[in-house]
């Protein structure tokens, strides 16, 4: 085979398209990972057994089974009982509530390795627990985790492939779209790249932020 640049001409604007769709998901699913995975490891921790145990469950369930699954149960099972929902943003939810229960660790390793006098501290000073929370633990507890979350956001970026299932076309959805009705492998390559060119400078960030805040802290 030889490459043909006409190709890639024709196939650019799609890809452009796969591009911003892909980065719809990515940043809104990381919103809802993070956001989502902080309210599963503050449950886990509460003092109440009808709250620790179902989101135990819970998050065992999704850790578990096959994102592609979900995605399909979201899709096509879940509108049976409710509102449909568009490919996208069944993706972006997938994506999100997937990634949030191992976010929900990282987090859950961050509030452990902030050390108890800080507790006993809030407690002395007569603190209420949800000022407890917001103003002592999380802040130490969010620094400490900063680089593991920017590892899962690169993960969830290698698996914004899966959302082109369902019919949301990312960059790779596009490139197989557009291959299989040209029988070309342009295309194939150029999200390939694109990938490495995305992912490659994000992991060099995340090393940077690490060492930053091993030095400050």
């Known amino acids: 085979m030889t490459w043909d640049w006409n190709v890639v001409d024709d196939f650019m604007p799609r890809f452009w398209d ?29 003092r109440f057994a009808a709250v620790r145990w179902p989101v135990n469950i819970i998050t065992e369930f999704i850790r578990n089974t096959p994102l592609l699954v979900q995605l399909f149960f979201l899709y096509y099972v879940v509108p049976e009982w409710g509102p449909s929902l568009t ?10 509530l997937h990634y949030s229960t191992y976010t929900a660790e990282v987090y859950r390793a961050g509030i452990g390795g902030v050390p108890t006098g800080q507790w006993e501290a809030a407690t002395a000073l007569s603190l209420p627990r949800s000022r407890t929370w917001a103003a002592v633990i999380l802040p130490q507890a969010i620094r400490r985790v900063v680089p593991a979350l920017g ?50 400078p994000a992991s060099l960030l995340i090393r940077l932020l690490e060492r930053r805040l091993a030095i400050t802290s």
């Open 18 to 46: 796969g591009v911003l769709l892909t980065l719809q998901a990515l940043v809104l699913g990381s919103l809802i990972a993070f956001s989502l995975g902080l309210v599963w490891a503050i449950a886990q921790r509460s």
């Open 151 to 200: 590892n899962y956001v690169i993960a969830m970026l290698k698996d914004s492939p899966l959302i082109a299932i369902i019919g949301a076309l990312e960059m790779f959805g596009e490139a197989e779209s557009f291959s299989n009705e040209t029988f070309t492998f342009e295309a194939y390559t150029i999200v390939g790249i694109a990938f490495i060119l995305i992912a490659y």
């Open 87 to 96: 490919s996208l943003t069944t993706g972006i939810i997938g994506l999100g």
